[in-house]
């Protein structure tokens, strides 16, 4: 009798190993025994591989090491039956055993946030050194290097343009085209990287925020989440939303702010649930930020960011070796910087928030949504920002375009979105614009507080009305978007149909009703 020692293989179970390995064992004969063969077929999905065992005399064990636990077998003869005389595998010992799983970090992604911080003090380091480098040489040694130079001032330009057709080519090869749009853009790094790299990230703000998230009982929650899953579920034929899960988190946060990232973990703060007036706002806030999700824009302002970056190192290292003293290569260093982000890093960023909003219009009409909304929440932001007292900047000094502006933008949308709406069966709109409801109860507002500016002091002027703080919980009853009639899925829960146009505007008093039915 023998006892066979086996390390076993990733997989768990003896008996639930999957995938194509065979092992073959040979017991040798040893001490007069014949000579048995005996043959051992495994699952798993590693790659195959032969052993050979040698028997040993009775009582010592026999072993094969492989990659995790032990594992005991018995080998024996039958002796119970003659006839069947031969080594019999029988399990003694425990079962296999496997490590637990370890996520490889994303590589790429990594090696570059990494580096970027790096990149710029070596290109320092460089410059500085080829600067002291060239100022330490005598002036005869300088002069001989210009000659030289200029005589090979052909062979340098040639190389200098054999590496832009490089760097061309490279870039050429990472063009992608983006979806819904099909706008060809630059991708350095792959959608898989990214995907890998946004686990990490939610699980970071999972970490950051565990003390904030409401329960998913509270209307808050509820109302998000309905309104995603509306918005994923009717714009199930782009294969960018089908794929992701998407998952809802709320931040007890008053910051006016929602951000989607690319592997579909929703984060939205109270502070916009707040900003909103209604729930065809809130679908066009989520579509804008589900659009930057499923068109990858992370991966396309990275890459861009990277290309930048790695061109800015040769600009930097000019600078230091050229500039004679530290202080104005700082000066240098500090214009780049201002230069890079004025001219390539903001306008791109602007350009990728556009593209959001018209993506996101659209998401936000196939979901049957009004999306005359859309515009009549930018204006509600540009006045909430001036009550509020935030300073306003010029756009070209800004990652997001201005609330004017993106209001022309969205008003130039509205009409394709309208068809795009139509064509998907929506029931019918309400014939009063919300845009107009909205323009006509601000000049009422403004009208009362110029005649009582004219008044004087006395009399007590109602502020500006601001959206409702209770939006959730009154939405509640009324979370969905109205539904086409060949909708092929039924979402659970009831199905508001919005039909009131105060529902996209400010609250207005009675009497200022009245003036805006008689003005109309």
Same mark, same amino acid.
């Given at each position: 009798?023998?006892?066979?020692?086996?390390?076993?293989?990733?997989?768990?179970?003896?008996?639930?190993?999957?995938?194509?390995?065979?092992?073959?064992?040979?017991?040798?004969?040893?001490?007069?025994?014949?000579?048995?063969?005996?043959?051992?077929?495994?699952?798993?999905?590693?790659?195959?591989?032969?052993?050979?065992?040698?028997?040993?005399?009775?009582?010592?064990?026999?072993?094969?090491?492989?990659?995790?636990?032990?594992?005991?077998?018995? /080998?024996?003869?039958?002796?119970?039956?003659?006839?069947?005389?031969?080594?019999?595998?029988?399990?003694?010992?425990?079962?296999?055993?496997?490590?637990?799983?370890?996520?490889?970090?994303?590589?790429?992604?990594?090696?570059?946030?990494?580096?970027?911080?790096?990149?710029?003090?070596?290109? /320092?380091?460089?410059?500085?050194?080829?600067?002291?480098?060239?100022?330490?040489?005598?002036?005869?040694?300088?002069?001989?290097?210009?000659?030289?130079?200029?005589?090979?001032?052909?062979?340098?330009?040639?190389?200098?343009?054999?590496?832009?057709?490089?760097?061309?080519?490279?870039?050429?090869?990472?063009?992608?085209?983006?979806?819904?749009?099909?706008?060809?853009?630059?991708?350095?790094?792959?959608?898989?990287? $990214?995907?890998?790299?946004?686990?990490?990230?939610?699980?970071?703000?999972?970490?950051?925020?565990?003390?904030?998230?409401?329960? !998913?009982?509270?209307?808050?929650?509820?109302?998000?989440? *309905?309104?995603?899953?509306?918005?994923?579920?009717?714009?199930?034929?782009?294969?960018?939303?089908?794929?992701?899960?998407?998952?809802?988190?709320?931040?007890?946060?008053?910051?006016?702010?929602?951000?989607?990232?690319?592997?579909?973990?929703?984060?939205?703060?109270?502070?916009?649930?707040?900003?909103?007036?209604?729930?065809?706002?809130?679908?066009?806030?989520?579509?804008?930020?589900?659009?930057?999700?499923?068109?990858?824009?992370?991966?396309?302002?990275?890459?861009?960011?990277?290309?930048?970056?790695?061109?800015?190192?040769?600009?930097?290292?000019?600078?230091?070796?050229?500039?004679?003293?530290?202080?104005?290569?700082?000066?240098?260093?500090?214009?780049?910087?201002?230069?890079?982000?004025?001219?390539?890093?903001?306008? $791109?960023?602007?350009?990728?928030?556009?593209?959001?909003?018209?993506?996101?219009?659209?998401?936000?009409?196939?979901?049957?949504?009004?999306?005359?909304?859309?515009?009549?929440?930018?204006?509600?932001?540009?006045?909430?920002?001036?009550?509020?007292? !935030?300073?306003?900047?010029?756009?070209?000094?800004?990652?997001?375009?201005?609330?004017?502006?993106?209001?022309?933008?969205?008003?130039?949308?509205?009409?394709?979105?309208?068809?795009?709406?139509?064509?998907?069966?929506?029931?019918?709109?309400?014939?009063?614009?919300? *845009?107009?409801?909205?323009?006509?109860?601000? *000049?009422?507002?403004?009208?009362?507080?110029?005649?009582?500016?004219?008044?004087?002091?006395?009399?007590?002027?109602?502020?500006?009305?601001?959206?409702?703080?209770?939006?959730?919980?009154?939405?509640?009853?009324?979370?969905?978007?109205?539904?086409?009639?060949?909708?092929?899925?039924?979402?659970?829960?009831?199905?508001?149909?919005?039909?009131?146009?105060?529902?996209?505007?400010?609250?207005?008093?009675? !009497?200022?009703?009245?003036?805006?039915?008689?003005?109309?």
């Amino acid at each position: 009798m023998a006892l066979l020692c086996v390390h076993a293989l990733r997989g768990g179970r003896f008996c639930s190993l999957s995938a194509l390995l065979t092992r073959n064992f040979q017991v040798r004969k040893q001490a007069g025994h014949p000579v048995k063969k005996a043959s051992w077929s495994l699952s798993s999905r590693s790659s195959c591989h032969t052993v050979h065992l040698r028997a040993t005399p009775a009582g010592l064990p026999l072993s094969l090491h492989g990659n995790a636990g032990r594992v005991c077998y018995q /080998i024996s003869p039958k002796i119970t039956s003659p006839p069947q005389s031969g080594p019999v595998l029988l399990q003694c010992g425990h079962h296999f055993h496997t490590s637990a799983v370890v996520r490889a970090l994303p590589a790429a992604p990594l090696i570059w946030m990494v580096l970027k911080p790096l990149q710029k003090l070596l290109a /320092i380091i460089l410059g500085r050194s080829i600067r002291k480098w060239w100022v330490a040489l005598p002036a005869n040694r300088r002069q001989l290097m210009r000659e030289w130079a200029w005589q090979r001032r052909w062979q340098l330009a040639a190389m200098t343009g054999v590496a832009m057709v490089i760097v061309a080519l490279l870039l050429l090869t990472h063009l992608d085209e983006s979806p819904v749009t099909g706008r060809t853009r630059l991708l350095v790094f792959s959608r898989q990287n $990214y995907m890998e790299l946004a686990a990490l990230t939610s699980d970071a703000y999972m970490e950051e925020f565990a003390e904030l998230f409401v329960p !998913e009982t509270d209307p808050r929650h509820q109302v998000v989440e *309905r309104v995603v899953q509306h918005l994923a579920q009717r714009n199930s034929d782009i294969p960018e939303m089908s794929e992701v899960t998407w998952s809802v988190h709320v931040v007890q946060s008053p910051n006016t702010n929602a951000f989607v990232l690319p592997n579909g973990k929703v984060f939205m703060f109270t502070g916009m649930l707040d900003a909103v007036a209604d729930v065809h706002q809130l679908s066009i806030v989520l579509g804008h930020e589900m659009a930057h999700a499923l068109l990858g824009h992370s991966a396309e302002q990275a890459s861009l960011s990277h290309v930048v970056d790695l061109l800015s190192v040769v600009l930097l290292t000019a600078i230091w070796a050229v500039c004679p003293r530290d202080s104005l290569a700082l000066l240098g260093q500090w214009v780049q910087d201002k230069l890079t982000q004025f001219m390539f890093n903001r306008p $791109y960023s602007r350009k990728l928030e556009a593209e959001a909003d018209q993506v996101g219009l659209q998401l936000a009409a196939k979901a049957c949504a009004d999306v005359r909304a859309g515009p009549v929440f930018w204006q509600q932001m540009e006045i909430r920002d001036q009550l509020s007292g !935030e300073p306003t900047f010029p756009e070209w000094l800004s990652t997001h375009p201005s609330h004017r502006n993106r209001v022309t933008q969205l008003d130039r949308l509205i009409p394709q979105a309208l068809e795009l709406r139509e064509s998907c069966l929506c029931p019918a709109l309400p014939a009063t614009d919300p *845009r107009t409801v909205f323009s006509k109860s601000v *000049r009422v507002l403004l009208e009362k507080a110029n005649d009582h500016g004219r008044a004087g002091p006395g009399e007590s002027l109602k502020p500006l009305p601001r959206s409702p703080t209770r939006l959730p919980a009154a939405l509640l009853a009324q979370t969905m978007l109205p539904l086409s009639p060949n909708t092929d899925q039924e979402i659970k829960g009831p199905v508001p149909v919005i039909t009131s146009d105060k529902a996209v505007a400010p609250p207005v008093p009675a !009497e200022e009703q009245h003036r805006v039915q008689s003005t109309s």
